[in-house]
């Protein structure tokens, strides 16, 4: 209760703390950066707020990573506009911090540089055949059939087999598992880029694995993804029966947690209703494997290079306290032969000159949101003016209204800090930045840019039948912004 009575007088507050405007930067348009905007334009009536971003379009993985048959999830959309719209609020795309502008640039320019821009890689697995063809990760695969303008020519070897293997079980990888096997028919109303649909028309995937290591109580995704999948037309969900067996420990995890124990009974009730159906000549299938780890890759005898299966070592559960289960390796090996492999088990962030960062974690070292250099020496000390938010400070969970939560965090941060006079000086703000952008003939695309990326995409949408064709090349959406 207390925190939100104190919110009135954070504004009044803040808002009185200078007699300078407080110049704000923000890396990233995705949800951390707008909520993170959102909430200081809200706290501090003296905040001049620019967003950047290395793509012409904002939204972040609202547009690039929310599958098409979820509108509903980018309704997010609406209320960032209104953020981008603000008088005191500008946004710069085709910006990329790095190469046109220095973190030590952006820190000289502003009081406040919040980095909120994500996570832009890929785990890796670390195991042999790793670099085969054919062997994606889920994010490329996501930002492929989103139109993501670095991912639309990839060439997904979806016509060599009828088997595609998903490595992972969370959301992400329901989701790749969704778009493969959906009838087409029902995608060809979404906003999926049309270069993706086209090769899903034509693709010959009927039957796709989930590889999870643990089992279906463990299993990282949630009741509503579950239900959607299962519910897909002509699509039958396989499941070993001895995989559904729970042990005493699983009872325990499930008599703990409602959702996991929802999720349980979604797919043993799947399993059950895939057993009655009769066969269907357009059948597609699903499989979810448990109790199976990823040893190496097989690579195609008749063609060098790609990859033809994967070598699976089969697991058990040990308990490790605490009521958690870990997968341990048995020994025992078995091959799973397919000619595509997705591999979704998790995004990295992407360090950047200047900017301290923990590679084993894959986030930038902060406390609450405050970046912290030097973490693990006893000289430890926070970066003055330098903030990180989303991914970037968390690692790559969650969902979009985390963020929200995320945002609020960093926010405080900053007011605190306020309060200490981190913006006692003058700042350049939007001006410098415009001036050195200006100067290394950075064509940058400002939100009327983006607007008139919108309209192009929605009138062309509109011609078939859909909410929007994306402009997927670099050249076509900077053409289309100027």
Not at 143 to 169: C, E, F, M
Not at 197 to 224: D, M
Not at 397 to 413: F, P
Request: glycine share 8%; proline share 5%; with cysteine.
């Amino acid at each position: 209760m207390s925190r939100y009575l104190a919110r009135p007088l954070v504004s009044r507050y803040l808002s009185s703390v200078s007699s300078h405007p407080l110049h704000v930067c923000i890396v990233g348009s995705g949800p951390a950066g707008f909520y993170t905007a959102d909430k200081i334009l809200k706290a501090h009536e003296g905040a001049r707020i620019d967003i950047i971003d290395r793509l012409p379009t904002p939204f972040g993985l609202v547009r690039s990573g929310v599958a098409p048959d979820h509108p509903e999830t980018k309704i997010a959309i609406n209320q960032f506009s209104r953020v981008a719209q603000h008088e005191r609020c500008s946004f710069y795309g085709n910006v990329k911090l790095g190469s046109d502008l220095l973190l030590s640039e952006l820190r000289d320019l502003y009081h406040v540089v919040v980095l909120a821009y994500g996570a832009e890689s890929d785990k890796d697995l670390g195991i042999p055949g790793e670099s085969l063809s054919g062997i994606y990760s889920a994010r490329e695969f996501v930002w492929w059939y989103n139109g993501h303008p670095d991912y639309s020519s990839l060439k997904p070897y979806l016509k060599r087999s009828d088997t595609a293997v998903i490595l992972g079980q969370g959301n992400v990888a329901l989701d790749v598992a969704r778009i493969l096997l959906r009838p087409t028919t029902e995608l060809a109303s979404t906003d999926i880029a049309r270069h993706a649909l086209s090769a899903l028309e034509e693709s010959s995937i009927r039957k796709v694995y989930l590889i999870g290591r643990r089992g279906p109580v463990q299993a990282a995704l949630t009741a509503k993804e579950l239900r959607e999948v299962v519910g897909i037309k002509n699509l039958h969900i396989r499941i070993k029966e001895t995989d559904l067996s729970v042990t005493p420990a699983d009872e325990e995890e499930m008599k703990n947690s409602r959702a996991r124990k929802r999720i349980y009974e979604l797919l043993s009730k799947a399993a059950a209703a895939a057993g009655t159906s009769e066969a269907d000549p357009d059948q597609r299938e699903l499989h979810f494997v448990f109790f199976r780890q990823p040893d190496r890759f097989l690579e195609l005898d008749e063609r060098m290079g790609h990859v033809s299966g994967v070598n699976l070592e089969k697991t058990i559960l040990e308990s490790v306290g605490s009521g958690k289960q870990i997968a341990v390796g048995t020994g025992e090996f078995e091959d799973l032969n397919c000619s595509m492999v997705l591999k979704a088990i998790g995004y990295k962030s992407v360090p950047i000159n200047g900017l301290p960062f923990d590679h084993k974690k894959g986030v930038v070292p902060n406390v609450k949101g405050r970046v912290v250099s030097h973490p693990l020496g006893s000289l430890s000390q926070t970066e003055p003016g330098l903030y990180v938010c989303g991914w970037l400070k968390r690692g790559p969970v969650g969902i979009i209204a985390t963020n929200l939560y995320c945002a609020e965090e960093t926010v405080e941060s900053i007011r605190e800090d306020i309060e200490e006079g981190v913006c006692k000086s003058a700042k350049a703000g939007s001006k410098g930045l415009i001036e050195l952008l200006e100067k290394r003939e950075v064509k940058k695309v400002e939100y009327s840019g983006w607007e008139k990326i919108d309209a192009k995409e929605k009138q062309m949408g509109s011609e078939r039948n859909k909410p929007r064709e994306k402009l997927v090349t670099w050249d076509d959406l900077l053409a289309a912004a100027n």
